[in-house]
């Protein structure tokens, strides 16, 4: 494309966009010293439905840990390899997935880790939620319309997406490992991972 061309389709779009980005400011809540993105959410307010609901902050750490061992960024010796595999164990097992035993397993998880290791889990996470933060902001800027802020970013954020985060909305105790296949095979190849 020549840059006369380029910048012609620039000038053309431009309306679309900044029509765009303006609709998408005004829906945006003012947050003093906490940043929004365009899809009209916080990082505040996505750490604020993890914190909420700890089985997402599970699901997004087991997904995490998975994807750091995969590549090999996280190296564990084998003591703690098989303290994971312990604590990971029962989320195979069990029928449901309260949440105290949750939060339990999330501390016992970030405890089990060194702090550079764990430095790095939520390094992972956290660049994670910027990913999902981005898409959600190109899918409600394409869409033209207000998307649901929270829940479509923990959609796209979240393993499984809107099918088992809506219906962790409807029941809460209930255990993702074991009724969606996406996080069961999180769990099983982190689990192969630590072994």
């Known amino acids: 494309m020549t840059f006369v061309r380029a910048l012609a389709l620039l000038v053309a779009t431009a309306p679309l966009l900044l029509g765009g980005w303006t609709s998408a400011a005004a829906n945006l809540p003012a947050r003093p010293g906490s940043p929004v993105s365009p899809a ?7 750490k604020a439905a993890l914190d909420t609901r700890p089985v997402l902050r599970l699901m997004l750490m087991t997904l995490s840990l998975r994807e750091l061992l995969r590549a090999g960024t996280l190296q564990l010796p ?7 595999d312990i604590l990971l164990a029962p989320l195979a097992s069990n029928a449901s997935l309260p949440p105290a035993t949750t ?10 880790l060194l702090p550079e290791q764990r430095r790095l889990l ?8 910027s990913r999902a933060l981005m898409l959600a902001s190109q899918t409600r800027l394409a869409a033209g319309e207000a998307v649901s802020g929270v829940q ?4 796209l954020l979240i393993p499984g997406g809107r099918s088992i985060v809506d219906r962790l909305n409807r029941q809460p105790d209930l255990n993702p490992y074991q009724v969606n296949p996406a996080n069961t095979d999180v769990l099983k190849t982190l689990m192969a991972l630590l072994r």
Not at 40 to 46: D, E, L, N, P, R
């Open 78 to 84: 084998p003591n703690m390899k098989v303290k994971l």
């Open 103 to 112: 939060q339990q397993t999330i501390s016992r998880i970030t405890e089990a």
């Open 122 to 129: 939520d390094a992972h996470m956290g660049s994670r939620e």
């Open 152 to 155: 479509s970013v923990l959609y």
């Open 40 to 46: 009209g959410v916080s990082s505040a307010q996505i």
